[in-house]
Protein backbone atom coordinates (compact mmCIF):
# COMPACT_ATOMS: atom_id res chain seq x y z
CA UNK A 1 0.00 0.00 0.00
CA UNK A 2 1.81 3.47 -0.83
CA UNK A 3 1.73 6.19 1.39
CA UNK A 4 -0.61 8.59 1.16
CA UNK A 5 1.15 12.53 0.74
CA UNK A 6 -2.15 14.28 2.08
CA UNK A 7 -3.86 17.22 -0.16
CA UNK A 8 -0.78 19.22 0.83
CA UNK A 9 1.18 22.24 2.96
CA UNK A 10 0.66 25.24 4.85
CA UNK A 11 2.87 27.74 5.60
CA UNK A 12 2.76 28.22 9.14
CA UNK A 13 3.69 31.73 10.97
CA UNK A 14 2.87 31.56 14.16
CA UNK A 15 0.82 29.56 17.06
CA UNK A 16 -0.72 31.89 19.91
CA UNK A 17 -3.02 30.85 22.87
CA UNK A 18 -4.37 34.97 22.49
CA UNK A 19 -6.69 35.86 19.28
CA UNK A 20 -5.41 39.47 20.02
CA UNK A 21 -1.76 38.26 18.87
CA UNK A 22 -2.80 36.25 16.19
CA UNK A 23 -4.67 39.02 14.64
CA UNK A 24 -1.45 41.24 15.06
CA UNK A 25 0.60 38.59 13.48
CA UNK A 26 -2.04 38.42 10.35
CA UNK A 27 -1.96 42.37 10.00
CA UNK A 28 1.80 42.22 9.99
CA UNK A 29 2.06 39.72 7.36
CA UNK A 30 -0.37 41.35 5.68
CA UNK A 31 1.72 45.04 5.37
CA UNK A 32 4.21 42.50 3.32
CA UNK A 33 1.26 41.58 0.73
CA UNK A 34 1.16 37.83 1.54
CA UNK A 35 -2.15 35.93 2.42
CA UNK A 36 -2.80 34.40 5.81
CA UNK A 37 -5.22 33.63 8.22
CA UNK A 38 -6.17 32.50 11.79
CA UNK A 39 -7.40 28.75 12.10
CA UNK A 40 -8.20 27.77 15.88
CA UNK A 41 -7.11 24.44 17.07
CA UNK A 42 -7.17 22.49 20.16
CA UNK A 43 -4.29 22.42 22.13
CA UNK A 44 -2.29 19.72 23.76
CA UNK A 45 -4.19 20.93 27.06
CA UNK A 46 -7.67 20.96 25.32
CA UNK A 47 -7.02 25.22 25.12
CA UNK A 48 -7.76 27.19 22.13
CA UNK A 49 -4.80 27.98 19.60
CA UNK A 50 -4.78 30.53 17.24
CA UNK A 51 -2.56 29.24 14.22
CA UNK A 52 -1.32 32.05 11.94
CA UNK A 53 -1.58 30.14 8.37
CA UNK A 54 -1.11 30.57 4.53
CA UNK A 55 -3.67 29.11 2.14
CA UNK A 56 -3.16 24.96 0.90
CA UNK A 57 -0.53 24.77 -1.95
CA UNK A 58 -0.68 21.14 -3.08
CA UNK A 59 2.94 21.02 -4.18
CA UNK A 60 5.73 20.75 -2.34
CA UNK A 61 7.48 22.41 -4.53
CA UNK A 62 4.78 25.28 -5.05
CA UNK A 63 4.73 24.67 -1.07
CA UNK A 64 8.64 25.88 -0.76
CA UNK A 65 8.71 28.53 -2.88
CA UNK A 66 5.59 30.26 -0.75
CA UNK A 67 7.87 29.39 2.45
CA UNK A 68 11.05 31.38 0.70
CA UNK A 69 8.52 34.52 -0.37
CA UNK A 70 7.99 34.64 3.45
CA UNK A 71 11.36 34.15 4.88
CA UNK A 72 12.54 36.89 2.36
CA UNK A 73 9.63 39.11 4.05
CA UNK A 74 11.25 38.80 7.14
CA UNK A 75 9.47 36.11 8.82
CA UNK A 76 11.98 33.86 9.82
CA UNK A 77 9.71 31.88 11.93
CA UNK A 78 8.14 30.83 8.96
CA UNK A 79 7.76 26.71 8.67
CA UNK A 80 5.83 24.14 6.44
CA UNK A 81 3.29 22.15 7.83
CA UNK A 82 1.78 19.19 6.30
CA UNK A 83 -2.47 19.59 5.71
CA UNK A 84 -4.17 16.32 5.69
CA UNK A 85 -3.27 12.62 4.65
CA UNK A 86 -2.25 11.62 8.18
Known amino acids: SEARTGPGFRVQLGSFAQLKFAQDKVSEVKRSEL ?3 IVEV ?3 DGDTLYKVLSPLVKARSDADELLSKF ?3 GFEE ?6 GGE
Open 35 to 37: DVS
Open 42 to 44: EGP
Open 71 to 73: KEA
Open 78 to 83: AFLTRV
